[in-house]
């Protein structure tokens, strides 16, 4: 019986976190007009504030949120390929026993053994529908929860930023993301720690 496909894909839902933009410096395009638009954004730009968060850290134990819903997630995932791994073994074990009386001439007309055999066709039919089925679910509750990470980061950065004024903050993956950044500018740690304490006040 095959396993989920979605189970491998799991921790990567949260690769829709791309960019974080909280805030932008207007105080420089109030009262402006078009002629002077170019210099207001330079100035805005050389201004701003950027940091960045790791999302690695976001999609791993650290994350409390996260790591919770991962949990959920793969049990039922677990819970869900037993049951089908049980009837598919239950299935194949009455196909056998179906191919044994045929050989053995253990039914008593033609017609009964077509008919266990449609019986043995239909469920088969069932069961790919179930599988199916549940696949679909397993991607609805993904999405679901990368939904409900994604909300409660976003959150959480909201309230954050208006004591830090950042002008944006980047959602990244290390190595390579990111080629150069002087220290400072990870905020990783503490916006971990702040989505930890919000979580544990829930």
Do not use: C
Request: charged fraction near 25%; glycine fraction near 4%; proline fraction near 0%.
């Amino acid at each position: 019986m095959k396993n989920f496909s979605t189970i491998l894909g799991t921790l990567s839902f949260i690769g829709v976190i791309v960019l974080f933009v909280l805030h932008f410096n207007s105080s420089s395009a109030e009262g402006g007009n078009a002629t002077n638009t170019t210099s207001e954004s330079a100035v805005a730009a050389s201004d701003a504030k950027i940091v960045y968060v790791n999302t690695d850290s976001l999609l791993s134990d650290k994350f409390l949120l996260y790591k919770e819903l991962s949990e959920k997630f793969m049990k039922t995932q677990e819970a869900r390929i037993t049951d089908l791994n049980i009837k598919a073994k239950a299935l194949d074990q009455e196909a056998q026993e179906w191919q044994r009386k045929v050989q053995n001439n253990g039914f008593l007309t033609e017609q009964r053994a077509l008919e266990a055999r449609d019986k043995i066709l239909a469920k088969q039919q069932e069961l790919q529908s179930l599988q199916q089925e549940l696949n679909d679910k397993s991607t609805m509750e993904e999405i679901e929860m990368s939904t409900q990470v994604f909300d409660e980061v976003t959150a959480f950065l909201k309230e954050y930023n208006k004591s830090k004024g950042y002008s944006i903050i980047l959602a990244t993956t290390m190595p390579g993301s990111i080629l150069y950044a002087e220290q400072g500018f990870d905020i990783t740690s503490e916006v971990l720690e702040g989505l930890n304490a919000r979580y544990n006040k829930k």
